[in-house]
């Protein structure tokens, strides 16, 4: 069974430093890409950071480029987000997300979701 369990989250103040984690397990992890996403209290869901399946390249929302960084473990079957100088607007639930699209005669998508991990940037 496919499982995506995210960790690391909790309560920080402005300026502050937190590592979310997210261990997967029931895929082969080394050929889809992850990112994680955030979604706040009446707001929609947002693409945080994006990682390739071999970690050679990323992506990061405008809002996070310089402060936050994604990597990936594939010997771990792990990807990491590391957050530095948070911000109350960075406060939202987590989410990991695993996703690989593949081509036969059509398209077809595989995508994993973990259930989230609480960050709450409060003084």
């Known amino acids: 069974q496919v499982q995506l369990v995210e960790s690391g989250g909790g309560l920080v103040q402005p300026g502050g430093s937190l590592r979310l984690s997210c261990a997967t397990s029931?895929?082969?992890?080394?050929?889809?890409?992850m990112s994680w996403y955030r979604q706040a209290p009446g707001k929609e869901r947002e693409l945080v950071a994006a990682i390739t399946s071999a970690g050679g390249s990323t992506n990061y929302a405008d809002s996070v480029k310089g402060r936050f960084t994604i990597s990936r473990d594939n010997a771990k079957n792990t990807v990491y987000l590391q957050m530095n100088n948070l911000k109350p607007e960075n406060a939202a639930v987590y989410y990991c997300?695993?996703?690989?699209?593949?081509?036969?005669?059509?398209?077809?998508?595989?995508?994993?979701w973990g259930q989230g991990t609480q960050v709450t940037v409060s003084s």
């Open positions: 029931g895929f082969t992890f080394s050929t889809y890409a």
């Open positions: 997300n695993a996703r690989r699209t593949v081509m036969v005669l059509t398209p077809k998508e595989y995508d994993y």
